[in-house]
């Protein structure tokens, strides 16, 4: 097998040449944006919104990535190429760059780029899920950040919060509360769950990543006129719900089995949202 291709700076090189300075921001302090995307059919699905969400982060963090938009497309696409994948998960990462400087960060930085691929199998109507069993998920006693604190919208490397939530659990997925204890998104995903034929799921008011399939969810629930609400929630109301299920880029539309001891089949509600994300694939394999 050849050995992957990674895109550095702009440059292609072997996966074992791959690397970044030990005095860069992304290493020394999490002084970096990232995005986790999909090629369908060599296509990075839902780009624009990717790239508008970097951008957003890039602004929180007060740092100019220096990519256009087709630009960085570009880049993502032929790092593709380089390891004729078609099917794939994509790592977009954008550091502030190198600086043997203090913490304060440099009025003048200069960007690292980063572009990790690996292969996924197919997705869609006809294609094969990456996991192989619904979530089994646990409310963890890590508390999200607050909003204040670190921006919920920013897409960091400061993923330590997420860490502590995985640790020492052997659930998929852990859920965290936030310093209220209301209900906010796994360490990986975001939240959903069914209640009497309404969709549910955490508002960005709380400390909440907008994910982008979340959003994606929300567009198809709202096509198929499917009651949704997004409010503050207690774990209770997870605990009473119908069902639920999690999303992210990787896992796409994942239904929950458990949450700690309360157990859920997959309602209709949720396997109609799958279906429609799994439609709404399938379409992107169509229009490349």
Known sequence: MNELQYCVDGELVPASEATVSVTDRGFKYGDAAFETLRSYDGVPFEWDRHYDRLQRTCDLLNFDHGYERGELLNHVRRTLRANGFSEAYIRLTVTRGEHSGKLAPPTDPSPTLVI???ELPRSGVEG????????????????RIPDSAVPAAAKTHNYLNGIMARSGSEADETLMLDVDGNLTEGATSNLFFCDDGVLKTPSLDGPVLPGITRDVVLELANE??????????????????????????????????????RRFDTSELTRTIRDAFDACVESAYDAS
């Open 116 to 118: 990790l691929v690996s």
């Open 224 to 261: 198929r006129d499917i009651a949704v609400e997004r409010d503050t929630y207690r774990p209770d109301d997870l605990y009473r719900a119908d069902d639920a299920f999690v999303t992210n880029t990787t896992w796409e539309v994942r239904p929950v089995t458990r949450v700690g001891d």
């Open 128 to 143: 094969t899920s990456v996991w192989d069993t619904p979530a089994e998920v646990e409310i963890v006693d890590t508390v």
